[in-house]
């Protein structure tokens, strides 16, 4: 999302809304969802040479286990059965882990506990949104995979007349421990240095229960990553626009843990021949990701963020 070291009047809820609803169920918290038995939505040869570069202990059993924060649509989400993790990272993964002849498997929890479960070993991979920065790639690598900024959403019509350039006292959504969280806090200090309110900041464990928030009035506005808003505004009936364009925008990247051999090259070079031969595009466009698309991917790139 593009989301922090450790990166989401009223309204009727009507179909839109609940189906917003339903994706939140399996959102944070213990794993409780799985898309590692499931299908590939396309089908994706071996790379012998790329599969032998992964390391020993991931390839032995077959698949890749990977953290995935499952309350992100269209990015990583949960299917109307509330277990079902679904999404372009999810696609793309498992794309990603075919090229190097292994399933990838993903497990939902909660975004904060991503990062330190890759570095304890709980996941083999974290594919969760994250944005690649500095602070990031002091501790992880980081192989790029997608492009986004940020974006914020207001009620249609945007009734309570919000301006990003003047978001004091004003209540605003954004999912724990993002980037949006920390730009919002940014903007907050700055009103007070101005003698102004602080921003009324709402900050909720699951990305869909910042968009449930705004749905419902609790907040005036909401920031996420683009594609995130985009897609909330899409399956909102109408109850939602966009306040502005992006933001910000930076790339995302597939987290690694440091000192795997050449586990980072290999995803590199899987995710390069994804690109290449036209499946990564298949896959981005059919989440409605094709702006977000890069033509190179990169092992730790330098991040605007």
Not at 105 to 122: D, M, T, V, Y
Request: hydrophobic letters at 40%.
């Amino acid at each position: 999302m593009i989301r922090e070291l450790f990166g989401r009047g009223r309204f009727a809820l009507g179909v839109a809304a609940s189906a917003l609803l339903l994706a939140a169920c399996g959102a944070g918290g213990a794993p409780s969802g799985s898309a590692g038995a499931g299908p590939s939505p396309v089908s994706v040869a071996k790379d012998e040479a790329l599969a032998r570069m992964v390391p020993a202990d991931v390839a032995a059993d077959g698949k890749i286990v990977v953290g995935t924060d499952a309350s992100y649509a269209p990015n990583e989400f949960t299917d109307a059965d509330g277990q079902t993790i679904i999404g372009m990272d999810v696609d793309l993964g498992k794309a990603i882990a075919q090229k190097l002849g292994l399933t990838a498997e993903f497990h939902n929890g909660a975004f904060s506990g991503i990062l330190p479960g890759l570095q304890a070993g709980k996941y083999e991979w974290g594919m969760s949104s994250f944005t690649i920065n500095p602070d990031r790639i002091r501790t992880v690598d980081m192989v790029s995979y997608f492009t986004a900024g940020t974006k914020a959403a207001v009620v249609r019509g945007n009734p309570e007349h919000v301006s990003l350039d003047d978001l004091c006292g004003k209540a605003v959504g954004v999912q724990n421990g993002t980037v949006q969280f920390d730009d919002l806090s940014a903007r907050s200090q700055k009103c007070q240095a101005e003698g102004k309110p602080p921003i009324a900041v709402t900050s909720l464990q699951a990305q869909t229960d910042v968009t449930l928030a705004l749905s419902a009035k609790r907040v005036v506005a909401m920031l996420a990553d683009s594609p995130v808003i985009n897609y909330a505004i899409a399956q909102s009936g109408g109850g939602l626009e966009a306040l502005g364009g992006q933001y910000d925008t930076a790339p995302y990247g597939i987290a690694i843990a440091k000192n795997r051999g050449e586990f980072a090259r290999a995803v590199r070079g899987a995710v390069q021949a994804l690109i290449d031969d036209g499946t990564y595009s298949e896959i981005i466009e059919k989440w409605g990701g094709a702006e977000g698309g890069i033509r190179s991917s990169q092992i730790n790139p330098a991040s605007g963020r």
